[in-house]
């Protein structure tokens, strides 16, 4: 079982910026791809981003693309997600999830090895 706890979120106003982190349990991390999904109750889950397990290939949601920047350190067993230029339309819960070997897509369908509980970010003024 892989752990993942994200943290980070919070209140912030448009235009601001957040960074998420989400920290894994145990050094097999490494053998796994990490996304971050959003969701908002009531609306279908969003892929946001992916990061491959080198850290080498990245792919992004068209709604965050030059405003988001996903980044992986294996040996701190962290993924983050830099968010800037938040707009009220990213306002959602956000966590991380595994796959294995790679990103295979962003699409809602997509199922994880392992989920994050979540964490909470709000952008209002």
């Known amino acids: 079982q892989l752990t993942l706890v994200e943290s980070g979120g919070g209140l912030v106003r448009p235009g601001g910026s957040l960074r998420l982190s989400c920290v894994a349990s145990e050094s097999r991390f490494d053998r796994f791809a990490i996304a971050w999904l959003r969701q908002i109750p009531g609306k279908e889950r969003e892929g946001v981003s992916c990061?491959?397990?080198?850290?080498?290939?990245?792919k992004y949601a068209d709604s965050v693309k030059g405003r988001f920047i996903i980044s992986r350190d294996n040996a701190k067993k962290t993924v983050y997600l830099q968010m800037d230029s938040l707009e009220p339309e990213d306002t959602a819960i956000y966590f991380c999830?595994?796959?294995?070997?790679?990103?295979?897509?962003?699409?809602?369908?997509?199922?994880?090895?392992?989920y994050g509980q979540g964490t909470q970010v709000t952008v209002s003024s």
């Open positions: 990061i491959s397990i080198s850290g080498g290939s990245t």
């Open positions: 999830a595994a796959e294995s070997d790679y990103c295979s897509s962003l699409s809602s369908g997509v199922l994880y090895n392992f």
